[in-house]
């Protein structure tokens, strides 16, 4: 059986990060009782770690290039990642929440 895509019935937030030298996590007033992030990375690329163990650092975690869309389909995951950029430049993400 395939898995199906969770897809929101509605988006109710939105919010600019800028990604620097320190891990970043998402803005917790902002997802407040969200399910769902759509994040994009503008500027500059990202890594990202959703494990809430370890911050990612600019060689460790996975890569999100210029473009790229990070789906985020669960309030753990949106409360777990966490973002920092990959090379000299600041990135920015722009994030849409919905349910």
């Keep these: 059986m395939a898995d199906e895509q969770k897809t929101p019935t509605s988006y109710n937030g939105f919010e600019t990060v800028t990604v620097s030298t320190t891990s ?3 803005t917790a007033a902002t997802y407040v009782n969200q399910t769902f992030a759509l994040v994009t990375v503008e ?10 163990a370890t911050a990612p650092t600019a ?3 996975h890569v999100l290039e210029v473009g ?6 669960s ?3 949106i409360k777990n990642v966490r973002f920092i950029r990959r090379d000299g430049a600041d990135a920015t993400l722009s994030v849409s929440y919905g349910a």
Excluded at 68 to 73: G, I, K, M, R, Y
């Design 24 to 26: 970043k996590a998402l």
């Design 43 to 52: 500027v500059a690329a990202v890594r990202f770690r959703l494990d809430n």
């Design 59 to 61: 060689s460790i975690g």
């Design 68 to 73: 790229a869309v990070l789906e985020l389909d």
């Design 75 to 77: 309030l753990d995951q």
